[in-house]
T-cell receptor, first 112, second 111 residues
């Protein structure tokens, strides 16, 4: 099925570890984003990309890196995990703003 | 800057009750407005949208009208079902494809 695929679905990290959350879409969307969802805070934008080779920071970029080498893939890297990064992470893509985002099913990350 | 404010939850209704979830926005320019729904353990799904003033978005019995004069986009449904239990997010998209989400309103419908 066409859409946004995120892996893994669940992950537990120890403080200081690094990891990459994967995101891939097969809809040829140019615009992709990473959000984190925390209770009572809605969704906050971490990083976004308007196309291959172009990325920019969102509202809460500290502690995260992204790259966009292809249109399909937009991985999110946690450089040195901290308990404050415990959250649910969503990747989303959009082709035309009038149609809204397509979201992945999320990655639930716990940092201990 | 642009922002969205939506009604605090949680909201608990009996089946077949009328639902309203309030959403107001602040924006420069002419944003598009959206309602998303999130079922437990899943990502957000687009429920409905409106791209200009006075547009009405509708889907699955839900409706919302883009009111520029009151900067509102309230979500309504005439008769809720247990299967409507979810978290609902109001969102706006500015002219640069940036989205701004509300904090979400949890709805529980009891039989």
């Amino acid at each position: 099925n066409a859409g946004v695929t995120q892996t893994p679905k669940f992950q537990v990290l120890k403080t200081g570890q690094s990891m990459t959350l994967q995101c891939a879409q097969d809809m040829n969307h140019e615009y992709m984003s990473w959000y984190r969802q925390d209770p009572g805070m809605g969704l906050r934008l971490i990083h976004y990309s308007v196309g291959a080779g172009i990325t920019d920071q969102g509202e809460v970029p500290n502690g995260y890196n992204v790259s966009r080498s292809t249109t399909e893939d937009f991985p999110l890297r946690l450089l040195s995990a901290a308990p404050s990064q415990t959250s649910v992470y969503f990747c989303a893509s959009i082709s035309d703003g009038t149609y809204g985002y397509t979201f992945g099913s999320g990655t639930r990350l716990t940092v201990v | 800057g642009d922002s969205v404010t939506q009604m605090e939850g949680p909201v608990t209704l009996s089946e077949e009750a009328f639902l309203t979830i309030n959403c107001t926005y602040t924006a420069t320019g002419y944003p598009s407005l959206f309602w998303y729904v999130q079922y437990p353990g899943e990502g957000l799904q687009l429920l409905l949208k409106a791209t200009k003033a006075d547009d009405k978005g509708s889907n699955k019995g839900f409706e919302a009208t883009y009111r520029k004069e009151t900067t509102s986009f309230h979500l309504e449904k005439g008769s809720v079902q247990v299967s409507d239990s979810a978290v609902y997010f109001c969102a706006l998209k500015d002219t640069g494809n940036q989205f701004y989400f509300g904090t979400g309103t949890s709805l529980t419908v009891i039989p």
